[in-house]
């Protein structure tokens, strides 16, 4: 630059000595005679001025346009310049370019604003999404959201579950080849060509080992243009629902019966006292002893119902302490001694020499054992035998109680439904009453409240074992021991 | 001669106060403590009329009709079923053998009585007509 500078100058001066030879020699035109070497000088003078004054020119050119250049590229790159100083014919030309600039910064700055506002939006919507999906994804519901071309936009797990397909990799799938269920493909379709706002509709889901009866609701989504964008499908398993309505049925007609029939015998010898149908005092004392005795069992009935109901509701207070199980398997021996007596049933004890204590409700445990030997009397002839057992089991920290007959035995058939509530072997129901709870009440007792385990062994014929354990102590407490020694 | 009623229910005391209660009406009453001993009575004593429970052992109340009905000895015996379990009894249950009525327990015996007298004259009408 600094070269190109020297020869302008340079050469600007050659020309301007030229040109002043050339205006002495014109000036002294008509004194002397001008020859062809004036002419020459003349013509070299003025070839020199017009190189010198377009190099100049060029050199003033390249000048401003790099000025020009680097103020784009300022701001280009959005940098605060100021205009560059430039000749005076291109002021209006900067000026501009300086209006150009502060457009362009207004709208820069307009667009940073917006691009701040959109990336905001973003990160919510993206905060939103997770949030609705980590809801969706712990829904117990099936949920599809489908898009206007039937292609699956979101399936939470539930849905790959109950439809049988991997729900992660469903998204932008067609809907019909992710699920098999060619009835709810159909629905979803309808839906979304109706247009019909939410729709409630009973439906059966095919295809798995059994088929599951759902209520499906289904729901169109429209984008500003009024047109339908998505459909949203929610399937909620009925099975569960189903199953415990039909249990709460069979659990009141079961309880029905049970009540209506001690209540029969009750109504039935109460209107024959109304009536005048007790001849004599005999017979009316035997009519109040039998209404007595059924109305007991009414009692005992709702009493172990209550109960069942309370342990199951989680209402019930366990008063939780040391139970020394050899005192309590005294006391229920003393209580049922004479009932045993009476069919010349003989009641063992053979308790380990070792403690016998665990923790637990000392009334409700007594109930089981009591429950326990009652049964074993009932359901064994006369003469025969009952044996309790007790003993500690120091590996699993638990007190170990058995109460074994030489009864009737429990058919194969029932064994697995003898602790089910009314469950009563129905060929033994002349053999003893009952109100087919007890058993029940003594797997809530101890399973539920006690986190101890119930069951039985029996042979047909020969007797059954029914068995129990208890913890020593309680899950809270073992917890410090257990920690205790992994240190 | 009086009419024989066979009573057929696992519930002694059921058992006790309706026959009390039949025999005080002036009927011969036979009893069963379960369904199948309910059938082997009803084959050997002949009844005029059944009483049974719905539930019982062995047999139920429905099972002894259909047993009774496949016998032309008490196929035409009238029957009426004692029931603690509502309405447990279909329209296909109620088909079946002779079942003449269903009795919701707890029951009244003196109503009971009255729907006894009432079926046994209607069969006894009926039996006098055919003679005729």
Known sequence: ?487 | MSARILVVDDESHILHVLTLKLQKAGYEVITAGDGEEGLHVALAESPDLIITDLQMPYMTGVDLCRALAGRPGTAAVPVIILTARGYALSEEDLGIGNIREVVSKPFSPRLLIQMVQSLLEAGSTTRKAKAA
């Open chain 1, 1 to 487: 630059m600094k070269t190109l500078l020297t020869m302008a100058l340079g050469s600007f001066l050659l020309a301007v000595v030229i040109a002043v030879m050339a205006v002495l020699m014109v000036s002294g035109w008509g004194r002397l005679p001008i020859d062809r070497a004036d002419w020459t000088m003349l013509a070299v003078g003025l070839g020199a001025s017009v190189w010198a004054l377009l190099l100049v020119g060029c050199l003033l050119t390249a000048r401003v346009c790099e000025a020009v250049s680097t103020y784009a590229d300022r701001l280009g790159a959005s940098e605060p310049s100021a205009l560059p100083r430039t000749p005076i014919w291109m002021r209006s030309l900067m000026r501009a370019l300086s209006r150009v600039q502060q457009t362009v910064q207004q709208r820069e700055s307009t667009w940073r604003t917006r691009v701040r506002d959109l990336e905001i939006r973003e990160r919510i919507a993206d905060a939103d999404r997770a949030r609705a999906e980590s809801v969706l994804g712990v829904m117990r519901e099936a949920v599809i959201v489908t898009n206007a071309f039937d292609e699956i936009v979101y399936a939470n797990e539930a849905a790959g579950h109950l439809l049988k397909f991997d729900a992660g990799d469903s998204a932008r799938r067609a809907l019909g080849d992710v699920v098999a269920d060619t009835g709810l493909c159909r629905l979803i379709s309808e839906t979304r060509e109706a247009s019909c706002g939410l729709r409630q509709i009973d439906h059966v889901i095919e295809g798995g080992d059994e088929p599951v009866c759902c209520v499906a609701m289904l729901s169109t989504l429209k984008d500003s243009t009024d047109e339908v964008s998505s459909v949203v499908t929610v399937l909620h398993d009925m099975t569960r629902e189903r199953e415990i309505a039909q249990l709460k049925s069979e659990f009141v007609s079961k309880a029905s019966h049970e009540l209506r029939t001690p209540l029969s015998s009750v109504q039935a010898y109460v209107e024959m006292l109304v009536d005048g149908e007790a001849d004599d005092e005999a017979s009316r004392q035997e009519f109040y002893g039998i209404i007595q005795a059924e109305t007991e069992r009414l009692s005992r009935l709702v009493d172990n119902m209550l109960n069942i109901s309370r342990i199951e509701a989680g209402i019930v207070r366990v008063d939780r302490d040391a139970v020394d199980f050899e005192g309590l398997i005294d006391r229920a021996v003393q209580t049922l001694e004479p009932q045993a007596r009476e069919k010349r049933i003989s009641i063992h004890r053979e308790l380990a020499p070792v403690d016998l204590h665990a923790v637990g409700d000392v009334d409700m445990l007594y109930q089981v054992v009591v429950n326990l030997v009652s049964n074993a009397i009932k359901y064994t002839p006369e003469g025969g035998r009952v044996t309790i057992s007790a003993d500690s089991d120091h590996l699993e920290r638990c007190v170990h109680v058995s109460v074994a007959d030489t009864g009737l035995g429990v058919p194969p058939d029932d064994v697995d439904r003898i602790f089910e509530k009314f469950y009563r072997i129905e060929n033994y129901k002349r053999v003893a009453k009952g109100t087919g709870l007890g058993l029940n009440l003594c797997r809530q007792i101890i399973e539920t409240l006690h986190g101890g385990q119930i069951g039985l062994e029996s042979r047909l014929g020969l007797g059954s074992r029914f068995w129990f354990t208890v913890p020593m102590s309680l899950e809270s407490e073992r917890e410090p021991e257990a920690k205790a020694v992994a240190a």
